[in-house]
């Protein structure tokens, strides 16, 4: 039977404790952006549970507004469909208008961008709605009373409802579906002290470093990881909106997953401890994108001013802590004569021997031998105090259609125990969004992800469980589920997710 871990209980101590904690800025901030408006008015992101009928209202004649500004003129810059090709589109126009495909994804960009495009939609959606107050409402999902489509967006099932979708999911919109816990979860993210990790490696909170923007990098950071990909998975099953990049932002449902996104970015940075923005990273913060305002004009912003919502920005979300005097963290002394020290590369570790493995909504396991003479290389991992982590890749990921499941990824299951996200053994989740085989997506050797299941080795070998010659990785399929907990609609073919190779490295 599989155990709680500490490390799980450590990460819900966590959790506990979010909304005790006060808010920690760390560093002067600069000042509001030109671009920006010119109010003293804070507008409140709310939780969508929590909106009244004159706020429902408000959102929906916003974002009708918008839809009828495109079907009267496609290229509309403040028209829902223009809005929606800025995330993505497919085939790419030639010559591109501005703005159009450019989102981040797979980088430490993600955050950064999303919330500039957050911003000037919002800006957008007020002024069509024609009420001054509207702000963006955000779906809070790991809430388990709210993990099925919130109401506003599913009912009346209706063209008279414009934040009714039908291309999503069966079950999504009838509301007899729910997301499963595990794909809620944010814990594996805020475990992370790090905002950034080295290129090649989605191994922190907020992405792989960069030089300079790329619209569909890979592998993603861990919260763009989980939750933000399993849900857009999810909500879009195999054929819906919310499962494609290129046509996720035509979703209303789109913009409450996304600002509940950037406001797991802020929770993050509320529990201090080091968190914190990457304000030393001169291509992070200088880094300039490209957006489009409410009146129509071409607008650019840079990281360096979203690093507040409230100074910079003008907004807040309604379950923020109490603003305080910023504690600003002490910088380490450099060492006379220390040259700064790069970290070092990631060093391979394990290879599956196996051929690649083909998930196709069944349980899988797949077995990677940690060679003798490699084996070395994880044994920092193991001292009292660790200097190297331990970094589950899956590598090769293919596929020609979004399976509209994720997969549960454990290591060293034993035999006969059932899966369980809260047990020692589990890794994080596997999805697919941005993997869809597109020229500009995946590429021609697929996509990967990774895991930090340094802790997670580290408890296995204290249990007598990890195996330093073997690695056993089980992959564990999950979807929506129905009132009675089991799948919430009649099960479909699952389309094949094809998985090249799985890898352990070892890295600082």
């Known amino acids: 039977m599989a155990c709680i871990s500490t490390r799980n209980r450590r990460i819900a101590g966590l959790f506990a404790l ?5 808010a920690m800025a760390g560093f002067l901030l600069p000042a509001a952006p030109a671009e920006a408006q010119t109010t003293t008015t804070v507008f409140v992101r709310r939780n969508v549970a929590t909106l009244t009928p004159a706020q429902i209202t408000s959102l929906r004649k916003g974002v009708q507004v918008m839809k009828d500004r495109s079907r009267v003129n496609p290229n509309d810059r403040t028209g829902w469909l223009y809005q929606a090709n800025m995330h993505g589109i497919s085939p790419v126009p030639s010559p591109l208008p501005p703005a159009i495909n450019s989102c981040q994804h797979g980088s430490y960009f993600f955050l950064a961008w999303h919330r500039m495009y957050l911003y000037y939609f919002e800006r957008i959606l007020r002024k069509a709605s024609g009420d001054p107050n509207l702000a963006l409402p955000y779906w809070n999902y790991t ?7 919130p109401t506003p967006y599913r009912s009346p099932a209706s063209s008279s409802n414009s934040l009714y979708e039908p291309a999503r999911a069966p079950g999504m919109n009838s509301g007899t579906a729910s997301l499963p816990a595990s794909a809620t979860s944010f814990f594996a993210a805020f475990t992370d002290l790090g905002f950034t990790s080295p290129t090649g490696s989605g191994a922190s909170f907020g992405g792989q470093r ?3 923007p790329s619209h569909l990098a890979q592998p993603h950071g861990d919260l763009e990881r989980q939750p933000h990909d399993v849900i857009h998975g999810l909500v879009g099953g195999q054929t819906g909106l919310m499962s494609y990049v290129t046509l996720a932002a035509r979703d209303p449902i789109f913009w409450a997953h996304h600002a509940n996104i950037d406001r797991l970015w802020k929770r993050w940075l509320d529990q201090g401890g080091g968190r914190r923005n990457p304000t030393t990273d001169s291509v992070w913060m200088n880094t300039t994108f490209t957006f489009i305002d409410e009146n129509g004009q071409v607008v650019t912003m840079k990281g360096s001013q979203v690093l507040n919502t409230v100074t910079q920005l003008s907004y807040r979300y309604d379950d923020d802590p ?3 005097t910023p504690i600003p963290l002490p910088t380490p002394a450099p060492i006379p004569g220390a040259a700064p020290e790069e970290p070092r590369a990631p060093e391979l570790v394990a290879t599956s021997s196996s051929s690649p493995v083909t998930l196709t909504g069944k349980t899988e396991s797949v077995s990677v031998p940690v060679q003798q003479e490699a084996r070395p290389r994880l044994a920092p991992a193991f001292a009292e105090v660790p200097d190297t982590r331990v970094i589950l890749n899956i590598q090769g990921i293919q596929l020609e259609k979004q399976p509209g499941v ?7 299951l034993p035999p006969g125990a059932a899966p369980d996200f809260q047990s020692i053994y589990y890794a994080g989740n596997l999805p697919f969004f941005g993997f869809e085989a ?5 590429g021609p050797e697929g996509g990967s992800h990774s895991f930090d299941i340094t802790a997670l080795a580290r408890e296995l070998k204290a249990q ?3 195996n330093e ?3 056993a990785v089980t992959f564990v399929p999950r979807g929506l589920v129905g009132a009675t907990g089991q799948t919430a609609a009649a099960p479909q073919a699952t389309p094949p997710v094809k998985v090249g190779k799985i890898t352990l490295t070892s890295e600082e």
């Open 469 to 471: 010659g073997n690695v």
């Open 210 to 212: 960069l030089t300079a």
């Open 406 to 412: 994720y997969y549960e990824v454990y290591v060293n």
């Open 143 to 149: 809430d388990p009373t709210q993990r099925r489509l």
């Open 438 to 442: 597109h020229a500009d997506h995946a």
């Open 322 to 324: 109490p603003a305080v």
């Open 18 to 22: 979010l909304t005790m904690v006060m």
């Open 464 to 466: 007598n469980q990890w």
